[in-house]
């Protein structure tokens, strides 16, 4: 039985969550997370022994160390949605050292932000905490604006400042998304090189992926697609969206599928539907994070820890949390956070 905290934050859906057994894919086909993930999924692959040392670095730090697990703050908000929306609920953020200071003080694996933030302070704290460079951005600054990742620095620079590993977005299904494609695969080429892991966020983005009044944006099919593509680009540890929809294809009638995606391997559950995200990370051979999402205030915990659970039973390997973190102040922050990782610490809640 899972600790009690963590059964009340999750309310009704507790019995939901923590009894359910994922009858689609089962767990016995998942590269399940543990201490020994580097050494037992990525020695027989192409990575050189300093991308295995900087991946070792990011499983091995924090509350989460040696467990299979991760728990990242990222903090690029500051150009994906303004520094003033994202940063005035808590002033204090405008300061880069701080984001640094909550991920540490927050137990967190690793801190991923912009080159700006990294920079600033990359002689202080590059030795403290894994830095993930996020090497390219949505600006959101053009008039009208435009939904765009574009490079905002080299490789070079984030290995210059001691970063275990680079981060990079691409808007699959958008008009911009083959040039994207093309620019983060060598870009993580690259890295690879440098010794740096990689991390994706698989996003997907365009206007007709919404359909009579539903957003299919989160689908399970069309975001495990996206995930799909990014381990195909060799991203070492995909970042998606929960999904809490299903049938983007069908809906939109474009692409394709198979009906036993539907009948077979996903039902309407959560977990299942996270499930079929992790299987199209080549079975978890590389881990999926999820994003916590926007801060929505009281409710902010008990998302945090739906999300976790719901990710860790499916075979995911943690979370991403930013604004829950970071738009509140410094102390709260650090008990979501650390609530977040007493999900995955909690060896009572298993992989469905």
């Not at 520094?83 to 991920?103: H, R």
């Not at 993930?132 to 400042?161: C, R």
């Not at 926007?294 to 039973?313: H, P």
């Not at 949390?321 to 102390?331: D, E, I, N, T």
Request: charged content about 20%; proline content about 3%; hydrophobic content about 40%.
């Amino acid at each position: 039985m899972a600790n009690k905290k963590i059964e009340e934050l999750l309310g009704a859906n507790a019995g939901n969550l923590l009894d359910h057994t994922c009858k689609t894919i089962s767990k016995e086909h998942i590269h399940l997370p543990g201490g020994d993930f580097v050494d037992r999924t990525f020695i027989g692959s192409n990575r050189n022994p300093q991308v295995l040392r900087s991946l070792q670095q990011l499983y091995g730090t924090g509350r989460l160390a040696n467990t299979g697990y991760m728990s990242i703050l990222p903090v690029d908000q500051g150009i994906e949605h303004s520094a003033g929306a994202s940063f005035a609920p808590n002033p204090m953020y405008f300061d880069s050292e701080n984001i640094v200071k909550l991920a540490i003080e927050g137990g967190c694996n690793a801190v991923a932000s912009t080159f700006g933030v990294l920079a600033s302070v990359s002689r202080k704290y590059a030795h403290r905490i894994p830095f993930i460079v996020k090497i390219n951005h949505n600006e959101f600054l053009t008039y009208p604006n435009k939904f765009d990742q574009i490079m905002f620095g080299s490789v070079q620079d984030a290995w210059n400042m001691g970063a275990a590993a680079v981060g990079a977005t691409i808007y699959f299904g958008s008009p911009e998304s083959s040039r994207q494609i093309v620019e983060v695969a060598a870009a993580f080429d690259r890295a690879h090189e440098l010794g740096m892991a990689t991390i994706l966020w698989c996003y997907t983005r365009n206007n007709a992926f919404k359909k009579d009044g539903v957003d299919y944006h989160t689908a399970a099919d069309l975001s495990s697609q996206a995930n799909h593509l990014g381990v195909t680009i060799q991203a070492d540890i995909i970042k998606q969206k929960l999904s809490d929809k299903n049938g983007g294809y069908t809906a939109l009638n474009f692409g394709k599928t198979h009906p036993k995606v539907y009948s077979e391997l996903t039902t309407d559950h959560p977990i299942d539907l996270c499930r079929y995200q992790v299987a199209n990370c080549y079975m978890g051979r590389f881990g999926l994070i999820n994003s916590g999402g926007e801060s929505k205030g009281a409710s902010d915990m008990a998302e945090a820890v739906t999300t976790a659970v719901i990710n860790k039973r499916a075979g995911g390997q943690g979370l991403i949390s930013g604004r829950k973190a970071f738009q509140k102040p410094m102390k709260d922050g650090v008990e979501l956070l650390n609530t977040i990782q007493d999900v995955y610490l909690d060896k009572t809640i298993t992989i469905a």
